[in-house]
């Protein structure tokens, strides 16, 4: 390597070379320049000889060049421009300059354009910078990065053919790998100090990377995936690749869908582009955990910005993974359809979809028939899903625009063991009946008909039986089954018949395949396990009315108050479905049960 020199200027003469930055030079200054050179429009006045001594490409243009035509030569599409035209020619002249990780790569591609090899001199303009690359710069991961992110301004041909680019790929994934040895135990250090700490700990190159272009970062990820980097240092990469060449960008679209009709610019072609090259470097190895605000993050970028259909897919894949730990705030997505609802309940749609698909697949996997076949764990995650579900279908149920086939379709897909009680699904329906007042009588009928009356709460029935936005018939079967209810608490029976019944109704049949007998013995063990989680309910009501008919024994001793009056106090509570309608209907029924109770208990009996 040589070092830089300050270049004094002086008065030019018609022997001086002539260079872009003006200066002279001692060699050959009493020799007349017998070349010109042109490079990107700009003249150099050189001299042939050091030229012709060092630079193949220059020494064939001369010797083919005929008459007048030798002192003029062009050199097309010079790799680098003129300012590396003027580096190299620096070095024809013997003078110093300094070679650095910035101009290393181009001084490369200009020394292999102008043919400068070791044919024509020892060390010369391609032997230097090989060495530069060898000894300085591949031994360094940021050097790496630095000399990499130049190489996108250089013709591409001219950088694979000399390997540059795959050569810092390889260089950075290597040191990569080297600090994630060296860092294993400051990493362990972390572990009972802070978040922050522990996450300098994980990669700090992280945001070096953020600088390459989409194409040099894939590779360097591939790479860092061969060499065995960690899962989580890929990730944080993504991360940060992400935030930083996304950030902030298409925030009016979502609110303007009138500009997705238009034809994408190319800044959003190259996010596109970036979206897609992200989402398919993503680890795909299970003990990977990529946070679910980024996949969503991605998912709404991919949805914007006209993502190819694997990419979408792809995410929602792993978001179904782990559909049950995420937030209602996610499942929010804008829709950019115009005249579609608010928000994009297909793709909700599609991420339950597959959710089923892999809650299925396990149970098939994992509950053989040494397994006590309750699979708890992928039943206690469509509990918690169904939960969400019902909160997003009352986030989304006041949208106008919201079809009641969607609608529907949602309620539907979750099986009824997803739900222990229906009180979110009742209340979604309610909402969605009262912001679409112009639903047909059919339409209120089947959309009430998702709801299980059995599966209601004291509070939901009470709320449901003074509903006027409910057909007469759900009214009906809320009233019949509250007094099945009322008379399984006096007799204390609190449902064992029904248990009992599926207890027997359990037992396999001989006819029947040890395959289809383990299947049904599966189904009624999910069947008992969901009865037992809707009796544990029906208990902790149970023993809430009877700590409120002691205080009202306490407080009211000896008015007369029979033990069903208490009761139909109690039921008449409304918690989180009150409202001001139901509040004075609530009011005026329980006068008349009080004053006429006998009347009041014989309508019950007719409901039956």
């Not at 030019?12 to 002279?24: E, I, L, W």
């Not at 362990?188 to 978040?195: F, K, Q, T, V, Y």
């Not at 006209?306 to 894949?317: F, H, K, Q």
């Not at 009906?476 to 608490?489: D, G, I």
Request: proline share 3%; charged share 25%; with cysteine.
């Amino acid at each position: 390597m040589v070092s830089e020199t300050s270049l004094s200027s002086s008065k030019r003469s018609p022997a001086t070379p002539k260079f872009c930055n003006s200066f002279t030079t001692r060699i050959f200054a009493d020799v007349a320049g017998d070349i010109t050179i042109v490079v990107d429009g700009e003249s150099f006045l050189l001299h042939k000889f050091p030229l012709v001594t060092l630079s193949g490409k220059i020494r064939k243009m001369v010797a083919e060049a005929k008459g007048s035509n030798v002192s003029n030569l062009e050199l097309l599409n010079f790799p680098g421009g003129h300012q590396t035209f003027e580096l190299a020619m620096k070095f024809c002249y013997g003078m110093n300059f300094e070679i650095t990780t910035f101009n290393v790569a181009r001084l490369r591609c200009a020394a292999e354009y102008l043919e400068m090899t070791e044919e024509y001199r020892e060390q010369n303009l391609i032997s230097r910078a090989e060495i530069y690359l060898n000894e300085i710069v591949f031994q360094s991961l940021q050097k790496s990065v630095e000399v990499l992110s130049t190489c996108e301004m250089l013709p591409t041909n001219i950088v694979d053919e000399i390997e540059i680019s795959s050569g810092c790929v390889e260089s950075i994934a290597m040191n990569a790998c080297k600090e994630q040895l060296v860092s294993g135990l400051s990493k362990l250090d972390c572990d009972g100090e802070s978040r922050e700490l522990k996450e300098d700990c994980v990669a700090w190159w992280v945001e070096d990377l953020s600088v390459l272009r989409i194409d040099y970062f894939q590779g360097v990820i591939c790479a860092m995936g061969r060499m065995g980097v960690r899962s989580d240092s890929i990730i944080a990469s993504l991360m940060h690749y992400a935030q930083s060449s996304l950030k902030g960008i298409g925030k009016c679209q979502f609110w303007n869908p009138s500009r997705t009709n238009s034809s994408p610019t190319s800044v959003e072609k190259d996010q596109r582009i970036i979206v897609e090259t992200l989402v398919s470097l993503m680890p795909t190895d299970k003990s990977s955990a990529i946070p679910l605000t980024f996949l969503f993050g991605m998912l709404k970028m991919a949805i914007m910005l006209g993502a190819n259909i694997p990419c979408r897919l792809e995410l929602e894949r792993r978001i179904a993974l782990r559909l049950e730990m995420v937030s209602l705030d996610d499942l929010l997505i804008p829709s950019l359809q115009s005249g579609d609802s608010l928000f994009d309940v297909d793709t909700v749609h599609r991420l339950l979809v597959n959710f089923l698909q892999r809650v299925e697949e396990e149970e098939t996997e994992d509950c053989g028939y040494e397994s006590d076949g309750l699979c708890s764990a992928g039943h206690g995650s469509l509990l918690k899903v169904g939960q969400l579900i019902d909160a997003y279908l009352a986030e989304i149920a006041p949208d106008p625009y919201l079809s009641l086939q969607k609608f529907v379709a949602l309620v539907e897909i979750l099986p009824d063991y997803a739900r222990v009680i229906d009180d979110g699904l009742y209340r979604a329906v309610d909402i969605y009946l009262k912001a679409h007042p112009a639903l047909t009588e059919q339409e209120c009928k089947k959309l009430c008909k998702l709801i299980d009356c059995q599966k209601l709460s004291q509070e939901a029935c009470n709320h449901a039986a003074q509903n006027n936005r409910l057909p007469l018939q759900m009214v009906v079967q809320v009233l019949y089954f509250e007094q099945l209810r009322l008379k399984n608490a006096l007799s204390g029976s609190s449902g064992d018949g029904l248990l009992s019944q599926r207890i027997s109704s359990g037992v396999p049949s001989a006819a029947m395949s040890p395959r289809d007998n383990y299947a049904s013995l599966r189904r009624e063990n999910r069947e008992l396990k969901l009865e037992i989680s809707r009796m544990r309910v029906r208990l902790s009501e149970l023993e809430k009315e009877q700590m409120f008919m002691k205080q009202g024994m306490i407080d009211k001793g000896g008015n007369g108050r029979t033990f069903l009056t208490s009761i139909s106090k109690g039921i008449g509570k409304i918690a989180i479905f009150s409202g001001q309608g139901g509040g004075k209907r609530q009011k005026s029924g329980r006068k008349s049960r009080g004053s006429e109770g006998k009347t009041g208990r014989s309508r019950r009996h007719s409901v039956s």
